[in-house]
């Protein structure tokens, strides 16, 4: 396959991975600012998710209050904002259709639908119509484009670099909220005040607050939330999950310079494999999500390096 | 001006091969017709068929319409279009071999040898290559249209990288799937293998007869106006669709860049004009080739269709020769039609002209796509007056023609069904001694009441177009 189709097909994928997560994010928020509370309170949530995406200067450039209005405005449609779920999907659009010929027809047409629906709704007719409805959409759309990949597409190595940009998107976007919402529920590491409608709320944006009842059948404490997120090997979301699905793709699509990245892979997958919950708290559940995030970076980078930057010419 | 009618004859009575589909329109609800015109517009726009507009915003894809009333050629008329083309194809491959090698055309004097080799789509670097074959156009569209009487006339031949024939395609399929009791009713020729006639076409010409080629489209990119059709063929025929970027030039070996490193190409598919192909032998601006293509052609290792030069037989100031080329080269009388032409750089052509401008079309010599031209009974005084000063400036930069009663056709627009005038691109593909084609081709017709000019980029649509193989029904 030619390294720039893969190279497509594989920020296809994280884009829309990225619209979906996105989405996640800002409907549990929105739900949450429902719940009684400070105003202070409200806006903090706002704010998190600004900075989650290191968007502060940007937003400030725009707006000078943080609130609901403003957050959803510039995370939702702000065609400016290259995080927004309208760029996402733009972007996701636009690899698409510089490949579109790899694609299945299928994709093609769930994917280029998607745009031209989301590209013809202004925000103030998406408030209007309920801002929740629009984050259902978008996670159907993206359930839609994944179910229409799985149903159609030969599973080849185009498949395999689609999985890939899914999972490492995913990996990255989890390991993300836990972090940042771990950090704000338990500042300072206070075992007393477990707040029981925020940490269902996150376990809600990564679709795990049934499995969680489902796993451990009892009440929501943050230690097993995160080894829920983290080490469940059979929940889509976790990272576990994810590494799973990106060492078994990266050895289907293994090439004479690919070895190294391979082995990273397998390391971190091995964390995870091996790891236990105990441990990883006593590391520093921040510190360990960090380390994380930087090695799936240099993952994401080392796949690009090793296939879909094009290549050196002798060989 | 009476125009030809490609549905009723002049008595306005149905033609025998519009007979079914009159029936039918007749006995088909309008809010049905109604119905699957919308239907059609939002298949159109799921699936991406679009096509940008040089000029508009960036990026900015546009829909080419698609009317539902097909152009109905009955199969006798057919074949003798056919065997025109056949013979009118061979012959400019011929030509283009000439010029490249002996020019015996040149020395016997048929074309004034400067027009050939001043000619600014003359590539002197194709000199003495040995293309496989001897096929230099292997994909040709040659624009038809029938005027007068009903006479069938060739516009133009377009011999660089004519495109279109996935719209022929799509506008089938989507014909087939909005009426198909049509299809059932009356034997349309198909059309469907297009893309694998063009496969064995390419396959066909690999250098050095290399068994198993490895056959990529090249395209400029996904902000060329034909992209859609790139990806397209690339898709239907199986095979890579690379940009210039992809590909790379080692030891006059041409590789692509692939996830498992690099791999050897054959044979290229170039929808990328001559001056863009290898920034070091044409513009050395261009970002779009690739540099060393052209030593890796001229060492024989890669087949480029169409060729490098091809540009020199379908210029208009070559145009006016192609009936003498027939002669020439195949001893046979034309069969089909050339347009009456004036070369204004013959002092008495361009006299002429100049004194009947109102009634005639004037073109750019290299101008295509309906850009730079005078079509003089639709111009205002102020158009006449300009390309007056233009033809006086530069009389060698245009030809002139009478204005056809292009036929017309009953369309769907806005006001309901109106006669609208209508061209014919077939598809001509070479490789050997064998030319082939699928029956029909691109119909393309000029929505604005009254226009002679049918491009897309000028607001033209499109009308599926079906060769009858019986035309008993």
Redesign the interface.
């Known amino acids: 396959?030619?390294?720039?189709?893969?190279d497509h097909l594989f920020w296809m994928s994280r884009y829309i991975e990225r619209a979906e997560n996105l989405a996640r994010l800002l409907d549990v928020t929105y739900q949450m600012s429902m719940v009684p509370q400070s105003e202070e309170a409200a806006n903090q949530s706002w704010s998190a998710i600004i900075a989650l995406n290191s968007l502060e200067e940007a937003y400030a450039a725009k707006y000078s209050a943080v609130n609901g209005e403003n957050v959803l405005k510039f995370m939702v449609s702000d065609a400016d904002n290259f995080s927004s779920i309208h760029s996402c999907l733009r972007m996701a659009r636009?690899n698409a259709?510089?490949?579109?010929?790899?694609l299945t027809?299928e994709m093609?047409?769930t994917l280029?639908?998607t745009w031209?629906e989301a590209r013809g709704r202004t925000f103030e007719q998406l408030n209007a119509g309920g801002i929740g409805e629009y984050f259902e959409w978008v996670k159907t759309r993206s359930s839609l484009m994944r179910g229409t990949t799985l149903g159609t597409l030969l599973q080849d190595?185009a498949y395999h670099?689609i999985r890939l940009g899914t999972l490492l998107e995913r990996a990255d976007n989890t390991a993300r909220i836990l972090d940042f919402k771990y950090h704000v529920l338990r500042p300072h590491g206070d075992e007393g005040a477990t707040d029981f409608y925020q940490w269902a709320a996150l376990l809600r944006s990564v679709s795990a607050f049934e499995v969680y009842r489902k796993v451990y059948r009892d009440v929501i404490t943050p230690d097993r939330v995160a080894e829920l997120l983290i080490l469940n090997k059979d929940m889509p979301r976790s990272l576990h999950f994810c590494l799973n699905g990106v060492i078994k793709n990266l050895d289907l699509?293994a090439?004479?310079q690919s070895g190294e990245t391979l082995r990273q892979g397998g390391l971190l997958h091995a964390q995870l494999h091996y790891g236990r919950i105990g441990d990883i708290l006593e590391h520093g559940l921040h510190e360990w999500l960090e380390d994380f995030m930087d090695r799936i970076y240099l993952l994401g980078d080392g796949i690009s390096k090793d296939?879909?930057v094009?290549?050196a010419?002798?060989? | 001006m009476n125009f030809y009618n490609e549905m009723y004859d002049a008595q306005c009575g149905v033609r025998a091969h519009y007979k079914g589909y009159e029936d039918w329109l007749k006995a088909t609800p309008p809010e049905r017709i109604e119905r699957k015109r919308a239907e059609a517009d939002l298949a159109f726009h799921r699936v991406g068929i679009t096509f940008a507009v040089y000029g508009e915003e960036a990026g900015k894809e546009r829909l080419i319409p698609f009317d539902i009333i097909p152009r109905v050629i009955p199969s006798a008329e057919w074949k003798a279009l056919q065997a025109g083309l056949r013979q009118r194809v061979k012959a400019l491959n011929m030509f283009l071999w000439d010029v490249y090698h002996d020019q015996e055309i040149l020395k016997a004097g048929i074309i004034p040898a400067e027009q050939v080799l001043n000619n600014a789509q003359y590539r002197p670097i194709m000199k003495g290559i040995d293309v496989p074959g001897r096929i230099y156009a292997h994909i040709t569209g040659v624009d038809i249209v029938r005027a007068g009487a009903g006479e069938f006339y060739v516009l133009e031949d377009n011999l660089r990288v004519p495109s279109g024939v996935s719209y022929m395609l799509e506008d089938r399929k989507m014909m087939m799937r909005l009426f198909p009791e049509l299809f059932a009713r009356h034997k349309v020729a198909p059309v469907q293998h297009y893309p694998d006639l063009l496969l064995e076409k390419l396959r066909a010409v690999s250098p050095n007869g290399i068994g198993n080629p490895t056959v990529v489209v090249l395209t400029p990119g996904a902000y060329n106006s034909a992209y859609f059709e790139h990806t397209f063929l690339a898709q239907q025929m199986g095979v890579e669709l690379v940009e210039g970027r992809d590909l790379f030039v080692k030891d006059d070996v041409v590789y692509m860049r692939t996830t498992q490193g690099p791999q050897r190409v054959d044979v290229i598919y170039r929808r990328i004009d001559d001056d863009f192909l290898d920034p070091q032998v044409f513009r050395a601006d261009s970002a779009l080739g690739v540099p060393g293509l052209m030593q890796a052609y001229r060492a024989g290792n890669v087949t480029l269709a169409n060729a490098v030069g091809t540009g020199v037989a379908d210029d208009k100031s070559i145009y006016p020769y192609v009936p003498d080329m027939i002669r020439f080269y195949l001893g046979e009388e034309p069969k089909l039609n050339n347009v009456p032409t004036y070369m204004c750089r013959k002092p008495d052509d361009l006299k002429y002209v100049l004194d009947h401008l109102p009634e005639l079309v004037v073109k750019e010599v290299h101008g295509a796509g309906g850009y730079g031209m005078l079509v003089g009974p639709a111009a205002t005084k102020e158009q006449i007056a300009h390309f007056r000063q233009l033809l006086i400036a530069k009389p060698d930069g245009y030809i002139a023609q009478p204005t056809l009663a292009l036929s017309n056709c009953p369309t769907f627009v806005e006001e309901g069904i109106a006669l609208r005038h209508l061209d014919l691109r077939p598809f001509v593909l070479s490789s050997g001694e064998c030319v082939n084609m699928v029956p029909g081709g691109l119909t393309r017709v000029a929505l604005t009441k009254g226009s002679l000019v049918v491009n897309s980029s000028q607001g033209g649509g499109t009308k599926d177009t079906w060769v009858l193989e019986d035309e008993s029904c």
């Open positions: 396959m030619l390294s720039r189709t893969a636009e259709h510089a490949v579109r010929g790899t027809t093609w047409e280029n639908f031209l190595e670099f699509i090439n004479r296939f879909l094009p290549m010419e002798a060989s």
